[in-house]
Nanobody, 124 residues
Framework: QVQLVESGGGLVQAGGSRSLSCAAS????????MGWFRQAPGKEREFVAG????????RYAESVKGRFTISRDNAKNTVYLQMNSLKPEDTAVYYC?????????????????WGQGTQVTVSS
């Protein structure tokens, strides 16, 4: 069982940066694939970024490639999402996710564990 708690959300101006953190609890965190999804009002939940347990495999949504970076520190049981060059369309609730299988998947149904979400609002 893994519990996920996000932090770092808030209000930021367009073009700015924001870093999200996700603290995980559970003995096998280091073997889990971790990732981030987001959901904007009136829209479906969408994949943002993911990283396998070793950090050697990462995957990003096309809309955030080159702007967002996912990283993890297994010693601290924490995964991060560095968001640069933020746009108003990045405004959403961001969720930290995890699963214990092999692969960095983009479907929400593949992820067994979800955090409560943290709001990121980008003003124009």
């Amino acid at each position: 069982q893994v519990q996920l708690v996000e932090s770092g959300g808030g209000l930021v101006q367009a073009g700015g940066s924001r870093s999200l953190s996700c603290a995980a609890s559970g003995r096998t965190y280091s073997s889990y694939t971790m990732g981030w999804f987001r959901q904007a009002p009136g829209k479906e939940r969408e994949f943002v970024a993911g990283m396998n347990w070793s950090g050697r495999s990462t995957r990003y949504a096309e809309s955030v490639k080159g702007r967002f970076t996912i990283s993890r520190d297994n010693a601290k049981n924490t995964v991060y999402l560095q968001m640069n060059s933020l746009k108003p369309e990045d405004t959403a609730v961001y969720y930290c996710v995890a699963h214990s299988r092999v692969g960095v998947w983009t479907s929400p149904s593949e992820y067994d564990y979800w955090g409560q979400g943290t709001q990121v609002t980008v003003s124009s």
